[in-house]
């Protein structure tokens, strides 16, 4: 399929809706008139670029190709996704799509990233191509967060809206179909309604800012992260469920809890109060240094949730399913099997900034598992009771990899016969050095018994052929060998 996208405003989130893009191998357009906005959309991507390779275990698609144009048309010419990213205000809005209208192609999704707007109010007077139109509403940062709300309008072409959740699911996003179109959406009525609490609790003096970020980083937006609220309060309600929550806490909706109701006025007095309060918070942290350091903690906390196949951590692991495996694809006889390829995450560096000991053995151990699936080992043959275990390895530590690192691993088979196998792995950086070795000799077990016993005779045969082809490579350095 066609794999470009054109981004009409190059902002925080066009350029964030740019990385998602072409980090997952699309050639994307941006149209901007800003003269800044390469510098703006580079800014983003350089995060983007060490961040999102980071939540996979496998390598992402290679880049595709930017071009950064003040020529919306042309931006959009050809395009097989378009998303309008300009400022939120309608009559600006409504230049762009009509503009948008008479260059998209037909059945081309035109996605908004509007936070209030309703899909009909931006598709308004365009005829035909507003059938293409509809919100596609991000969470920044875009490259990271994988919600996506999407909102049709009655003039919706369904087969437009199915084709965008299809896309979208292909970049690694998690497109949310809301049911009607209604200012706002869904996620931001939430996000609005704890503002307005929080801009009130700061007015009276009832807390500062950083005292309400507390309350929700520390205490429910932990829980929120992986359960959300229904889950969160389904729980609250203890061996009776989400009936027994709500009867027991029902009559405190008629309290007077909340002011979600009032306005407050930000007027000049509130104004100063929350930036002096907020300068006094995080005023230590540029922007950049603050975004750094809110990317580092969402990988960690997504690599987290991935682990447990949770929440945005299922997202991801649906979408690694769907990266080129590098063990199992077509390679060259005879060489050194590429059994993996993946990037160094946040997560597995220490106090020294480098990456920890313990994660080059998990590198050997990843690629290992690489070389099973190659000969057949894979999770199902693990589901019918068999597979290899480690019983001993030794590992050379070369040279020091950070986070961001690209990293693969080349590995030779020493040894395949019987219930033996033993491996010899390269560990090399994005510039071709050994930055480790490392010789692991396996055996074949039942894991019925957990003891020995010989492999499946598929399994065997074609391990036995992968020793003969790695045979006739050169022999490891013997001081790299087991004793």
């Given at each position: 399929?066609?794999?470009?996208?054109?981004?009409?405003?190059?902002?925080?989130?066009?350029?964030?809706?740019?990385?998602?893009?072409?980090?997952?191998?699309?050639?994307?357009?941006?149209?901007?008139?800003?003269?800044?906005?390469?510098?703006?959309?580079?800014?983003?991507?350089?995060?983007?670029?060490?961040?999102?390779?980071?939540?996979?275990?496998?390598?992402?698609?290679?880049?595709?190709?930017?071009?950064?144009?003040?020529?919306?048309?042309?931006?959009?010419?050809?395009?097989?996704?378009?998303?309008?990213?300009?400022?939120?205000?309608?009559?600006?809005?409504?230049?762009?799509?009509?503009?948008?209208?008479?260059?998209?192609?037909?059945?081309?999704?035109?996605?908004?990233?509007?936070?209030?707007?309703?899909?009909?109010?931006?598709?308004?007077?365009?005829?035909?191509?507003?059938?293409?139109?509809?919100?596609?509403?991000?969470f920044v940062p875009v490259y990271l967060l994988p919600l996506v709300e999407v909102v049709g309008h009655p003039?919706?072409?369904?087969?437009?809206?199915?084709?965008?959740?299809?896309?979208?699911?292909?970049?690694?996003?998690?497109?949310?179909?809301?049911?009607?179109?209604?200012?706002?959406?869904?996620?931001?009525?939430?996000?609005?309604?704890?503002?307005?609490?929080?801009?009130?609790?700061?007015?009276?003096?009832?807390?500062?800012?950083?005292?309400?970020?507390?309350?929700?980083?520390?205490?429910?937006?932990?829980?929120?992260?992986?359960?959300?609220?229904?889950?969160?309060?389904?729980?609250?309600?203890?061996?009776?469920?989400?009936?027994?929550?709500?009867?027991?806490?029902?009559?405190?909706?008629?309290?007077?809890?909340?002011?979600?109701?009032?306005?407050?006025?930000?007027?000049?007095?509130?104004?100063?109060?929350?930036?002096?309060?907020?300068?006094?918070?995080?005023?230590?942290?540029?922007?950049?240094?603050?975004?750094?350091?809110?990317?580092?903690?969402?990988?960690?906390?997504?690599?987290?949730?991935?682990?447990?196949?949770?929440?945005?951590?299922?997202?991801?692991?649906?979408?690694?399913?769907?990266?080129?495996?590098?063990?199992?694809?077509?390679?060259?006889?005879?060489?050194?099997?590429?059994?993996?390829?993946?990037?160094?995450?946040?997560?597995?560096?220490?106090?020294?900034?480098?990456?920890?000991?313990?994660?080059?053995?998990?590198?050997?151990?990843?690629?290992?598992?690489?070389?099973?699936?190659?000969?057949?080992?894979?999770?199902?043959?693990?589901?019918?009771?068999?597979?290899?275990?480690?019983?001993?390895?030794?590992?050379?530590?070369?040279?020091?990899?950070?986070?961001?690192?690209?990293?693969?691993?080349?590995?030779?088979?020493?040894?395949?016969?019987?219930?033996?196998?033993?491996?010899?792995?390269?560990?090399?950086?994005?510039?071709?050095?050994?930055?480790?070795?490392?010789?692991?000799?396996?055996?074949?077990?039942?894991?019925?018994?957990?003891?020995?016993?010989?492999?499946?005779?598929?399994?065997?045969?074609?391990?036995?052929?992968?020793?003969?082809?790695?045979?006739?490579?050169?022999?490891?350095?013997?001081?790299?060998?087991?004793?």
């Amino acid at each position: 399929m066609n794999r470009k996208a054109a981004i009409v405003g190059g902002g925080v989130i066009g350029g964030g809706w740019a990385a998602r893009f072409l980090l997952n191998g699309w050639d994307v357009s941006v149209a901007d008139p800003d003269p800044e906005a390469a510098r703006k959309i580079d800014a983003v991507l350089d995060r983007a670029r060490r961040m999102l390779p980071m939540l996979y275990e496998r390598a992402m698609p290679g880049e595709g190709r930017l071009t950064i144009t003040d020529d919306l048309e042309g931006a959009v010419d050809g395009a097989a996704w378009v998303q309008e990213s300009v400022p939120e205000r309608i009559e600006i809005k409504r230049a762009v799509f009509s503009r948008i209208a008479a260059a998209v192609a037909p059945g081309v999704p035109v996605g908004s990233s509007t936070s209030g707007y309703k899909p009909s109010d931006l598709a308004e007077g365009l005829g035909a191509p507003g059938a293409q139109v509809m919100v596609a509403h991000p969470f920044v940062p875009v490259y990271l967060l994988p919600l996506v709300e999407v909102v049709g309008h009655p003039g919706s072409d369904p087969a437009v809206l199915d084709q965008a959740e299809t896309v979208l699911r292909a970049i690694g996003m998690a497109p949310l179909r809301i049911r009607a179109e209604i200012d706002a959406h869904v996620a931001d009525r939430f996000l609005e309604g704890v503002w307005r609490e929080a801009l009130w609790l700061v007015r009276d003096g009832i807390a500062t800012t950083e005292e309400i970020d507390d309350a929700i980083r520390l205490g429910f937006g932990l829980r929120w992260a992986q359960m959300g609220l229904f889950e969160t309060y389904r729980l609250g309600g203890g061996e009776g469920g989400m009936a027994q929550f709500v009867a027991q806490f029902a009559p405190a909706l008629e309290w007077p809890w909340s002011r979600l109701t009032d306005v407050p006025t930000l007027d000049a007095e509130l104004s100063a109060k929350i930036a002096s309060q907020s300068d006094a918070q995080s005023g230590h942290l540029d922007p950049d240094q603050l975004a750094r350091l809110r990317d580092d903690n969402l990988v960690s906390i997504l690599r987290a949730l991935k682990a447990r196949g949770s929440a945005a951590g299922a997202v991801l692991a649906t979408h690694e399913e769907s990266l080129p495996d590098p063990a199992t694809a077509e390679q060259a006889e005879g060489a050194p099997l590429i059994t993996l390829e993946r990037t160094v995450p946040i997560d597995w560096t220490d106090y020294n900034g480098h990456m920890n000991e313990s994660r080059y053995g998990q590198v050997f151990s990843d690629a290992a598992d690489g070389v099973m699936r190659r000969i057949g080992a894979d999770a199902a043959y693990i589901t019918d009771g068999l597979s290899y275990f480690t019983a001993d390895i030794r590992i050379r530590f070369l040279a020091e990899l950070h986070a961001g690192a690209r990293i693969r691993v080349e590995s030779q088979v020493l040894e395949g016969k019987g219930k033996k196998l033993r491996l010899f792995h390269r560990l090399l950086d994005a510039e071709g050095a050994e930055a480790a070795t490392a010789e692991q000799f396996l055996l074949h077990v039942s894991l019925e018994t957990r003891r020995s016993c010989v492999p499946r005779e598929d399994v065997a045969a074609r391990l036995e052929a992968l020793a003969a082809a790695h045979a006739q490579l050169l022999a490891p350095d013997p001081a790299a060998r087991l004793p």
